[in-house]
């Protein structure tokens, strides 16, 4: 079982549309979530963090966290189609210690005109 | 504030050499942490320096090595390069605040090409 699991994609969604985006993790006592989106040949960038269970909005941006089933989403509202990119889900797990990022494979979005 | 930076931006090397890459954290950040990219691993954790010690360390061989400076600027050094060393190579730092999970800012990365 990998540490830190997401569908590969595409998920392709049209302009305007929710696109939601998912991860599973597998270390129970992993306390911090990051989103991050990378464009294709770009370096990741953050777009959202989230370490209690619930929601977290920034703008179109929602993370969603449930520890319970070790579960953490990404929505973006009114996908545009320059959303369309690579997301990565990335954990930092209870037993990694300080800055050490587990990274899903990501998730490819494509968001059509 | 500037962001992260890296250099050289990219690098041909032969199977054999050495490598040594650079990395400037966001000013004011004392963690930096180091991954390796590739298409068929993603994105992988090599290790991460504060205050000019290391704190962690990823699955990598002893032929990655890295180490930080007391301005908290990194290097990373790869010996013996080898065909499967090909990746991009990110580094990226944070400033552990309060309330705030060690958010972590990459660079642009340095794309190692080797032959």
């Known amino acids: 079982q990998k540490e830190v699991e997401q569908n590969s994609g595409p998920l392709s969604v049209p302009e305007g549309a929710i696109a939601s985006l998912n991860c599973t993790y597998s270390?129970?006592?992993?306390?911090?979530f990051f989103w991050y989106r990378q464009y294709s040949g770009k370096s990741p960038e953050l777009i959202m963090s989230?370490?209690?269970?619930g929601d977290q909005e920034d703008g179109r941006f929602t993370a969603q966290l449930n520890k319970a089933s070790q579960y953490v989403s990404l929505l973006i509202r009114d996908s545009q189609p320059s959303d369309s990119a690579t997301y990565l889900c990335?954990?930092?797990?209870?037993?990694?210690?300080?800055?050490?990022?587990?990274f899903g494979a990501g998730t490819r979005l494509a968001v059509h005109p | 504030k500037a962001g992260v930076t890296q250099t050289p931006r990219y690098l041909i090397k032969t199977r054999g050499q050495q490598v040594t890459l650079s990395c400037s954290p966001i000013s004011g950040h004392r963690s930096v942490s180091w991954y390796q990219q590739t298409p068929g691993q993603g994105l992988q954790f090599l290790f991460e320096?504060?205050?000019?010690?290391?704190?962690n360390k990823g699955n990598f061989p002893g032929r990655f090595s890295g180490r930080q400076f007391s301005n908290s600027r990194s290097e990373m050094n790869v010996s013996t390069l080898e065909l499967g060393d090909s990746a991009l190579y990110l580094c990226?730092?944070?400033?552990?605040?309060?309330?705030?999970?060690?958010?972590?800012?990459f660079g642009p990365g340095t794309r190692l090409t080797v032959t």
């Open positions: 990226a730092s944070s400033f552990p605040k309060q309330g705030v999970p060690y958010e972590q800012y």
């Open positions: 320096y504060f205050s000019e010690t290391q704190r």
């Open positions: 989230i370490y209690s269970n």
């Open positions: 990335a954990v930092i797990p209870f037993s990694g210690g300080y800055n050490k990022l587990i």
């Open positions: 270390d129970r006592g992993s306390q911090s």
